[in-house]
């Protein structure tokens, strides 16, 4: 599969996730380890000082981290865990997640992420997030 | 204040969020320390295999330690981080975070959270997290 | 196996530990699914300012982590990932870690853990930790 | 400061930790915002599969990440809360722990540790670890 072909493929996934449609997530980047999920900000993503929801970066933290995982693996993956540090404000015009994976071992891929938010002077880290992703089972999430 | 007037305050606060309102979060208890957050699960929060999206149960559990670590530090505050594991499949007509401060010192409170689903058999553990809540200061998220 | 079977079981596996066995821990009470593994707090413990180092904490949490899940999970288990919180300054005559499984699910064990200081006023909770422990594969730590 | 005094500095706080210098952890590099530590396995350090203890790979990570964050702080600081990843078992004739900032915002950072295994046939990645330090308050750990 070449990169376009990858690329399709993942918007594929993405464009199944109804939650996923629902906040506009868009895939701008994947290949295998390596995945730039972006977001632009609406009035709907807000918290109440008008900065995005915690909700919604960690969404796109957590989907980031497993679509990382997925391409490593080349398997359907569920997110087992992640931990997410909010650095600054999540303020501007969209949010850019970045993740890749760290290490991959069996079952499991460890992944990172940044999450950017685009501002007028250009993209800011927001948030830093890590997490596990694994090979999905029969029945889970 | 009283329960009913402190319940009617944490309400107000989450009317204003508008990524709650999009979601459809609902708080169903709020004490010093403790509150419940619960969810109608819709389609729309859906992943691609029939569950709530791992960002509809990261943002609710999110919610409800940042409402639990507020309600006990008694000022504005801000979610600085949590983790999150995902137990099991999160599948029902509804999903009930309950949070509650393991213990408070200087500026934050380190919180913990459950998120059950609600099934057909009763209620399902399908996420444990764990974070830290701190004072906001003048300009953070 | 009977309650103090089960427990003379886990002594030996801790005996086989020889990092826990220079640290000194204890373990205190060991049953399917939950875990008190304790430490007498000594000067090479410490860090810089008389308390006992973070990593002795982190270790004595890691440490229940494992032996909840492996109770639980009933095989020879690893911690796959874990999280602490410090949540105040660990002084004391000794620690001691409380650590109980809170959802299993296939080949993981999600577990939590409180780790305690022991002070002349009575115990004081001094960090919170969340893992994943998972059955160990043929090379795994 | 000139980088040779601020690592003689660094060194200086190490060397007053007792359980840092219990488990024998040589601070390599050190410099605002990066820092590197490291520790030659030794048969205490091991668990009982004859691979260093997490509780080592966690001691040296969380020990890192207080290095970088009070490097990039320039003040008193402590770990708050770090999460580890074990990515591969921690086998070989030492542990070298790679922490840096990823951001600091008012009194705290966000840091990150790789933690490398050396083995014969060069550095393994056996642990990634994300976590936030504080400026430390009057009685904090």
């Known amino acids: 599969m070449d990169n376009a072909e990858f690329l399709a493929l993942g918007r594929q996934v993405l464009a199944t996730q109804p939650f996923s449609v629902l906040l506009g997530a868009r895939l701008e980047a994947f290949q295998p380890g390596r995945v730039t999920l972006a977001l632009t900000l609406k009035p709907e993503h807000m918290q ?69 938010a685009v ?12 997490g596990t992703i694994v090979r999905r089972a029969a029945d889970s999430a």
């Not at 796109?60 to 981290?65: E, G, K, P, S, V």
């Not at 501002?119 to 890590?130: F, K, N, P, S, T």
């Open 48 to 116: 109440q000082h008008g900065m995005a929801h915690g909700g919604v970066v960690s969404y796109l933290a957590d989907n980031a981290l497993t679509f990382a995982g997925g391409s490593a693996l080349g398997v359907e993956v569920i997110t087992a865990e992640f931990k997410i540090n909010y650095a600054r404000p999540a303020r501007g015009s969209a949010l850019i997640a970045r993740a890749s994976v760290v290490a991959t071992s069996g079952r499991q891929a460890v992944c990172r992420c940044d999450v950017w």
């Open 119 to 130: 501002q007028e002077g250009g993209e800011v880290l927001v948030a830093a997030a890590q």
